[in-house]
């Protein structure tokens, strides 16, 4: 009898969190997994808020990334927060690539200018979520970089068409390359 109720009393109930992170395509938020079954475990309607998201993206490219904020209230409602796109979509869309290096550091993905860096650090300082909010122009600017760095992108002080042009270039060569590369490793296994 003593251990059952010494059992009882350290068993505590959890309580799930009332506040989710995730990150949304605008205009792509559909019931099914992997979305549905998340919302469905808090209890919000899951037509409804795919409804209500997809209505407030709608003036948004279809697929951008969104970071969303899902506060979720005790009575099965919950509050949306819809953030500006996240940061590496800033810079490979700048850079008018698709992804970033597979070996960051070792090879280049892309060119952004320094200029293109401002115009995004200017969007990222009026986005509430962003952790450095409260600094300076010039200290997102030096984040922006690192994490342009972190992609594979090569930042320049100015970049004119002819630059850009010459790189993609290169860089669509050096990827024919690779590709035809482990296609013969492949064909010689």
């Known amino acids: 009898m003593l251990r059952s109720a010494v059992v009882k009393r350290s068993v505590k109930r959890v309580v799930p969190s009332n506040r989710m992170r995730m990150i949304l395509g605008a205009g792509q938020a559909q019931p099914g997994p992997p979305l549905g079954p998340v919302l469905g475990q808090h209890g919000i309607p899951i037509g409804a808020f795919c409804k209500d998201f997809n209505d407030r993206t709608k003036d948004i490219k279809t697929g951008v990334p969104l970071p969303v904020r899902?506060?979720?209230?005790?009575?099965?409602?919950?509050?949306?927060?819809?953030?500006?796109?996240?940061?590496?979509?800033?810079?490979?869309?700048?850079?008018?690539?698709e992804k970033g290096a597979s070996q960051p550091g070792h090879e280049e993905a892309g060119v952004v200018s320094l200029s293109q860096l401002y115009e995004i650090a200017q969007v990222k300082i009026e986005d509430p979520g962003f952790k450095l909010r409260g600094k300076?122009?010039?200290?997102?600017?030096?984040?922006?970089?690192?994490?342009?760095?972190?992609?594979?992108?090569?930042?320049?002080?100015?970049?004119?068409?002819?630059?850009?042009?010459?790189?993609?270039?290169?860089?669509?060569?050096?990827?024919?390359?690779?590709?035809?590369?482990?296609?013969e490793a492949e064909a010689a296994k």
């Open 70 to 97: 899902i506060h979720i209230k005790p009575d099965r409602t919950y509050d949306l927060n819809i953030h500006p796109p996240t940061t590496s979509y800033f810079l490979l869309a700048a850079a008018g690539i």
């Open 136 to 183: 300076g122009l010039e200290d997102v600017v030096r984040s922006l970089l690192g994490s342009a760095r972190s992609l594979g992108l090569r930042v320049v002080p100015r970049l004119t068409v002819e630059e850009c042009t010459t790189f993609r270039q290169r860089r669509a060569d050096e990827l024919a390359a690779q590709a035809a590369a482990l296609k």
